[in-house]
Nanobody, 116 residues
Framework: QVQLVESGGTLVQPGGSLRLSCVAS????????MSWYRQAPGKERELVVH????????KYAGSVKGRFTISRDYAKNTVSLQMNSLKPEDTAVYYC?????????WGQGTQVTVSS
């Protein structure tokens, strides 16, 4: 089992920055990849960014490329999402996801609201 806890979501003005964190616990050595997803009201959950455990390769959604940066601290079992130049359309609940060979784990989500 892997447990994920996100934090950092809040209200921020357009153009602002925010950093989300996700702390993993449990069988963290079995995690093969971690991701951030988001879900806006009335929309489907979408992938924001993905990072592989081996090699650290990343894949960003086109809508956030150049503005968001994922990082992973293996010593602290944490994955962070630095979000810059935020737009109102970035408003959503952001979820942390971890994948092992056999399972898929989700955090409870953290609300990000971009509004003036």
């Amino acid at each position: 089992q892997v447990q994920l806890v996100e934090s950092g979501g809040t209200l921020v003005q357009p153009g602002g920055s925010l950093r989300l964190s996700c702390v993993a616990s449990g069988f963290t050595s079995r995690i093969s990849a971690m991701s951030w997803y988001r879900q806006a009201p009335g929309k489907e959950r979408e992938l924001v960014v993905h990072i592989n455990s081996v090699g650290g390769s990343t894949k960003y959604a086109g809508s956030v490329k150049g503005r968001f940066t994922i990082s992973r601290d293996y010593a602290k079992n944490t994955v962070s999402l630095q979000m810059n130049s935020l737009k109102p359309e970035d408003t959503a609940v952001y979820y942390c996801n971890a994948v092992t060979m056999h399972d898929d784990y989700w955090g409870q989500g953290t609300q990000v609201t971009v509004s003036s």
